[in-house]
């Protein structure tokens, strides 16, 4: 079955700093891999995602991550951190079969970016 | 703003009560996707519409829950006899695959339930 591991419950990183979230998969097949955060009492959003190609994916609000299939590891990065980029990010893969599109989530990790 | 919203936003009722979310995706997506989320888990995924048609649904959609899009636009969920169990963050999400269904979803802002 399709499964996406995000070890981390919370991030704390400053401002200005690089930040890093992680995400492991276990997948059968090519992994379709997705980002998305979620701001307090709000909707998911959309940050990136990888199906195929390079294996640097980049985003919105300059977030990126690397698709690293020996480590089946796909982890959420940014150069400089914001205040604004405190959240809770969201791992997920798209279920096999793919004709049902249905995404499985990762548990969470809660960024926090202090000034 | 013509991305995915949801109505109402939030909910209380009290246990035995029936509820009914509504959900109108973005024009033209065919694919419509209901979640439920708990406080401190991801996203689990409940049922799925391709236009009007109901492909797929999950084992944690008991028989109390259904869920419908009769002209293959908007969607409602419905949840009967709730229980407090039932209390969580239910999201939609909308997608419109072309060939090689790689499409992203885009979710509404969600709708909270509190039952009591």
């Known amino acids: 079955a399709q499964s996406v591991a995000q070890p981390e419950d919370q991030v704390k990183v400053a401002e200005g700093n690089p930040l890093t979230v992680k995400c492991t998969y276990s997948v059968s097949g090519n992994p379709y891999l997705f980002w998305y955060v979620q701001y307090p009492n709000r909707g998911l959003q959309f940050l990136l995602k990888y199906i195929t190609g390079d294996n640097l994916v980049k985003g919105s609000y300059g977030f990126e991550a690397e698709f690293n299939k020996s480590q089946t590891s796909f982890h959420l990065k940014k150069p400089s951190a914001l205040v604004s980029d405190s959240a809770l990010y969201f791992c997920?893969?798209?279920?096999?079969?793919?004709?049902?599109?249905?995404?499985?989530f990762g548990t969470g990790t809660r960024l926090q970016v202090f000034p | 703003d013509t991305g995915v919203s949801q109505n109402p936003r939030h909910k209380i009722t009290k246990r035995g009560q029936n509820v009914t979310f509504r959900c109108d995706p973005i024009s033209e997506h065919n694919r419509l996707y209901w979640y439920r989320q708990t406080l401190g888990q991801g996203p689990e995924f409940l049922t799925y519409?391709?236009?009007?048609?109901?492909?797929?649904k999950s084992r944690l959609l008991s028989d109390r829950f259904s869920a419908e899009r009769p002209k293959g636009s908007f969607s409602t969920l419905e949840i009967q006899r709730t229980e407090q169990g039932d209390s969580a963050m239910y999201l939609c999400?909308?997608?419109?695959?072309?060939?090689?269904?790689?499409?992203?979803?885009?979710f509404g802002p969600g709708t909270r339930l509190l039952v009591l």
């Open positions: 519409f391709q236009n009007e048609a109901q492909l797929e």
């Open positions: 997920a893969v798209r279920d096999w079969p793919y004709n049902t599109d249905k995404l499985i």
């Open positions: 999400a909308s997608t419109s695959p072309s060939s090689g269904s790689q499409e992203t979803q885009y």
